[in-house]
């Protein structure tokens, strides 16, 4: 029986067992991953998976179980698992199930290549990362080079209809070192994800960038705490983006746990910024053809020039808010229920070249790293570790460490005065350069 | 820039995925795909026969190498939320599967299978074994299987609990949170257990099997008011049966959650810059499991990467400080019988009154190091290898009075509970968010400030620690290092000197 058969085969019991409406979202894949290190592959880890998610809905109350036995007695079981966990939950009239027959067509989403790529050929790629990597005399040690690749097939059927798969793939690889001056260690690291094994960058450019971030932050220098513009590089699009993405979720905004929950249609932030969230994208590594939960996925703008324009919904949440879902049912996999989450989530691309906006900030900080949870989906507040360049007249001075920023998110998104060209479209989040006028710096 | 960087998650456990800011190999390929090495599963108890296990162990390794290894695990799990007054979902996992490792030199091979047969074990043995390939062949021991202390207690096990059981102490929390004052406006109340069966066996004879029950219960609320909002969080969890909840009551932990939704209302920007910082003890300690313990596990050691290689015997903190990675703590979160490789748990003191003793490590670690195994080779599930983590680590107590701590800080920043943070083990620079925190005027604890982050040195923090409490107490969480793993960590009362603090005002003083 193919994927699909199962599935509908799988609803039927659902249905025969008792349950009103059911879901059945069935996954196969193939993963292979490999460390490299020292010029010798140190680990390899190969593995193929199946597994079913069964959500059913009893007189309007939901549950959801699964297996990774997809034998006829181990789904039954399974069945019978949810139908009876369904007794338990709250009935409620939103509960329901996408209809919505269509599929998006998105290209580039699998690369029947890769498979069949000798393995020889990905070893030589992550050992050329490392050798490229250590080149530079000011890198003394390799934390490993790592190639993975992943593909396989998602099924998503339900009881009014909707039946529908797709396959999927990727592969990536990735490089970490660390440069050493007297007591002083730096690290840096860089990987590269793509769709398709022939457009993965090489391992020179990977090579370079991981080597560039550990030496270029030796000799750190300190700087006193004070209130200075801060550019966020393209590197650290997610300290922004990721608290956006928490405050425009459509479940927080019904619960009023978001800071942007009451300002639809409002401007929340610079004309400087759009954010567009687009499931189509030809190759792009958040695309998919529908969504977790089976929803065509579309392109939306969330944010258009400043002014907030949408939230994410899947289908429960959507029915709940009184709109449409959007395509956001997101899914970590066969295990759990669909969320909300993004696909490709990007800010557009700006005018400015990065040189003229260092050259047009007199002094202040140039980001290359932020940690911490980003903005504060609920309120807005943000603080970060952060660390970078140093500017002085308008040129890159010395690397800073160890340093922190902290704001609002309501004082960042409006402080936003100047956004670069250099969006990199193939990662699944990503911003360009930007800057911020004035941000509290806290060092010395 | 992606250097490894290891993190405690202070995200709810379904949100992780969408919310989490991962660092490590960012490979995205189709998301779902990738990730389904998470958590929950398992059915009817696959027994293998020793002598099964015999057979794979002895295919492993026909191709070479010193070590193999068999782990099987399933588990089954529940979880139910309650939200916005509802019981809005309840999610079954059944799991298992089965997974081959070959050790050869520094080289490992790692293969699993979801379905339990001597088919795919087998099959599993040979693709574990390629690494080995050509490299001398160890002869395996003959598997005996073997009984272990238990460090686990259970009087209500959970398989026999009823799910209205379940649904009543969900429901006390959420009713006390939501009581507790009117400017709570919503409570989050996420309950999860599961009962992880593993058989460990491996070359060197060894076979054990066990089964491990875990609770983990997660109170959120919402506080409404002045302006702002904030969600407090409680957490409980052990290695426990259902009594877990006679102990620590739900409504405690809803109340503690609310009470800290309320006061944070009124919280004013926090200084920004360096300064004195009082720890409160419990859960901050996670500061040292991040700071600390991950540059000393024998991983990094071994790669002579970390901030601690070649300092083993040296003074590298404050005499005052002694931190301690024990995974016998009666039924802690951290705790199991014996980590995922089959070593004995035990109390291991890492750092001594200031002196670098010990290293944590896994099999593979101990070896390259030339060192004892300590009992910290854990995996997420059998998806993973086994690599090096923490159990249950903490500050040791000391001796001061938590209040003269307090009273002798003349300004600064006490912190009352921490999120979670990061670390990058190579250059040792540590962050962290504050989730309730005060400052410190004329040596008292005055006004909330919002949330800041915590940033600094590992080696300048454990050299900067110059008081340390007698009230050591424990938290539970979840630590992030590519996989996931249950942890404790712990701390009394203790200060620290100089740590830089991220808030968004500049200090006027």
Known sequence: MDNTALAEAT??????????????????????????????????????????????????????????????????????????????????????????????????????????????????????????????????????????????????????????????????????????????????????????????????????????????????????????????????????????????????????????????????????????????????????????????????????????????????????????????ASRGGFTSLPGIGPHNFTMAAGAAKLEDIIRATPSGLLLKEVTGYGINPVNGNFSGGASGFWIENGRIAFPVKGLTIAGTADAMLNGIDMVADDLDPDRAMAAPSFRIRLLQIGGE | MSAIRYAVEDIPRRRFLELGLKGGLALAAAPSLL???????????PELALEDLDKVIARALVQGGEFAEVYVEHRISRSILLEEGKFKSAVFGISQGAGVRVISGDKTGYAYSDEISMDKLLRAAEVASTVARGAAAGKPVPIKEEKRPSFITVAVPLQTVADEKRLEIMQRAHDAALAYDPRIKMASIDYYDEVRGRTIANSEGLCLRDELPLLFFVIQTLGVGNGTSHMGRERLSRHSGLEMFDELKPEDAARAAARESIVMLEAKDAPAGKMDVVMQNGWGGVLVHEAVGHPLEGDNIARETGVFVGKLGQLVASEKFTMVDDGTLPCFRGTTNFDDEGTEMKRNVLIQDGVLVKFMTDILS???????????????????????????????????????????????????????????????????????????????????????????????????????????????????????AEVSAGQPTVRIRGINVGGSRARTR
Not at chain 2, 433 to 448: F, N, Q, S, V
């Open chain 2, 366 to 484: 101990a070896k390259q190091i030339k060192m004892e195994r300590t009992g910290n080779g854990r995996r997420e599930s059998f998806r993973n290898i086994p690599i090096v983590r923490m159990t249950n680590t903490f500050i040791d107590k000391g001796t001061d009075k938590p209040a003269d701590i307090l009273a002798s800080t003349k300004s600064g920043l006490y912190v009352q509970a921490l999120s979670g943070g990061s670390v990058n083990p190579t250059d040792g620079v540590f962050n962290f968010t504050c989730r309730e925190a005060y400052l410190i005027e004329d040596g008292k604890k005055t006004a909330p400030v919002k949330g800041a982050t915590l940033i600094g040195n590992c080696l300048d923090v454990i050299r900067g620690i110059d008081a340390v409490g007698d009230d050591l107490d424990f938290g539970p969480g979840i630590c992030g290092k590519g996989q996931s």
């Open chain 2, 35 to 45: 990730s389904c090495a998470k958590k929950g599963r398992a059915p009817a108890k």
């Open chain 1, 11 to 328: 609803i039927k019991t659902c249905l025969k067992k008792g349950a009103d409406a059911a879901e059945v979202y069935l996954e196969t894949s193939r993963n292979l991953s490999f460390e490299v290190r020292k010029g010798e592959v140190e680990t390899v880890e190969e593995a193929a998976g199946v597994g079913a998610g069964i959500r059913v809905f009893v007189k309007g109350r939901m549950a959801f179980s699964s297996s990774n036995d997809l034998g006829e007695k181990a789904l039954n079981d399974a069945v019978g698992r949810a139908i009876a966990f369904a007794r338990i939950t709250t009935s409620d009239p939103a509960n329901v199930l996408p209809d919505d027959k269509g599929v998006t067509e998105v290209a580039g989403l699998y690369d029947p290549e890769i498979a069949g790529i000798p393995l020889d050929r990905k070893i030589e790629l992550a050992k050329a990362a490392e050798k490229l990597a250590m080149k530079d005399p000011r890198i003394t040690k390799s934390d490993g080079a790592r190639y993975q690749e992943a593909e396989g097939e998602i099924t998503i059927a339900n009881s009014n209809g909707l039946s529908k798969s797709y396959r999927a793939g990727g592969c990536g690889f990735s490089v970490s070192v660390v440069a050493e001056k007297g007591d002083q260690k730096s690290s840096g690291g860089e990987s590269c994800s793509r769709r398709f094994f022939a457009d993965l960058k090489t391992a020179e450019e990977v090579a370079a960038k991981a080597a560039r971030d550990a030496y270029e932050a030796l000799d750190p220098r300190p700087v006193k705490t004070q209130q200075a513009p801060v550019i966020f590089s393209t590197d650290v699009a997610r300290a922004l983006l990721g608290g956006i993405l928490g405050a425009v979720d459509g479940e927080r905004v019904l619960q009023g746990a978001s800071f942007l929950a009451k300002r639809m249609g409002e401007q929340i932030g610079s004309e400087l910024i759009t954010l567009v969230d687009d499931g189509t994208r030809p190759k792009g590594l958040g695309s998919e053809p529908f969504d977790g939960e089976g929803v065509p996925t579309e392109k939306r703008t969330i944010v258009e020039k400043g002014i907030l324009r949408g939230f994410l919904y899947n289908t429960i949440v959507a029915a709940r808010a009184g709109v449409k879902s959007t395509g956001n």
